[in-house]
């Protein structure tokens, strides 16, 4: 089993920035991907983005040049900047194991206000 645990969530002002990490545990093995989804209530999960294994970064249109993904070993991150009010969610990590198995996080809530 792999647990994922996200933090750095929390309130931003329109315009500012937030970085969230997500550090996985557990039975790791090769690790395919490893991502960020978020969802608001009443819509579907949506992807942010992910960074496959020796590979760069694949991000939604919504977010592409504010947002960046990165990893470091087990431990993946999400630089948010310019943040909108539409970027208010709950951000859940993601981590693909062996292209076959997929995990998620508890999930850590982004709210963008004034």
């Known amino acids: 089993q792999v647990q994922l645990v996200e933090s750095g969530g929390g309130l931003v002002q329109p315009g500012g920035s937030l970085r969230l990490s997500c550090v996985a545990s557990?039975?790791?093995?090769?690790?395919?991907?490893m991502g960020w989804y978020r969802q608001t209530p009443g819509k579907q999960r949506e992807l942010v983005a992910v960074?496959?294994?020796?590979?760069s970064g694949n991000y939604a249109d919504s977010v592409k040049g504010r947002f960046t993904i990165s990893r470091e070993k087990n431990t993946v991150y999400l630089q948010m900047n310019s943040l909108k009010h539409e970027d208010t969610a709950v951000y859940y990590c993601y981590l693909n194991q062996a292209v076959r198995y997929d995990y998620w996080g508890q999930g850590t809530q982004v709210t963008v206000s004034s």
């Open positions: 960074i496959s294994t020796g590979g």
């Open positions: 557990g039975s790791i093995f090769s690790i395919n991907a």
